[in-house]
């Protein structure tokens, strides 16, 4: 199991920017791929992006491509979303996720941090 823990979000304003970041702890962190998720209210959590520990491979959801960028800092054990030009419809609770599959399902997770809100108002 890892633990995970999100912090960075807030409030800001239409093409403004935010940085989140989710601390990880646990053993043979390497080993996992980390997401972040996001989950508005009414709506499914979807997928957002995912990174690999070891490879830093990366993928980004079509509807974040050139706005969102993840990151890792291996040193720090920190997984890291920028998020720039948010738009209104990017409101929602964001949550980074550790699992063993490098995709974009739900599924393919199984430790989830608390979640942290983001509000973008237009």
């Known amino acids: 199991q890892v633990q995970l823990v999100e912090s960075g979000g807030g409030l800001v304003q239409t093409g403004g920017s935010l940085r989140l970041s989710c601390a990880a702890s646990?053993?043979?962190?390497?080993?996992?791929?980390m997401g972040w998720f996001r989950q508005a209210p009414g709506k499914e959590r979807e997928f957002v992006a995912a990174?690999?520990?070891?490879?830093?491979?990366?993928m980004h959801a079509d509807h974040v491509k050139g706005r969102f960028t993840i990151s890792r800092d291996n040193a720090k054990n920190t997984v890291a979303l920028q998020m720039n030009s948010l738009k209104p419809e990017d409101t929602a609770v964001y949550y980074c996720?550790?699992?063993?599959?490098?995709?974009?399902?739900?599924?393919?997770?199984?430790?989830w941090g608390q979640g942290t809100q983001v509000t973008v108002s237009s």
């Open positions: 990174i690999t520990w070891s490879g830093g491979n990366t």
């Open positions: 996720a550790a699992g063993r599959r490098f995709g974009s399902a739900r599924g393919d997770y199984d430790s």
């Open positions: 646990g053993r043979n962190l390497w080993s996992y791929v």
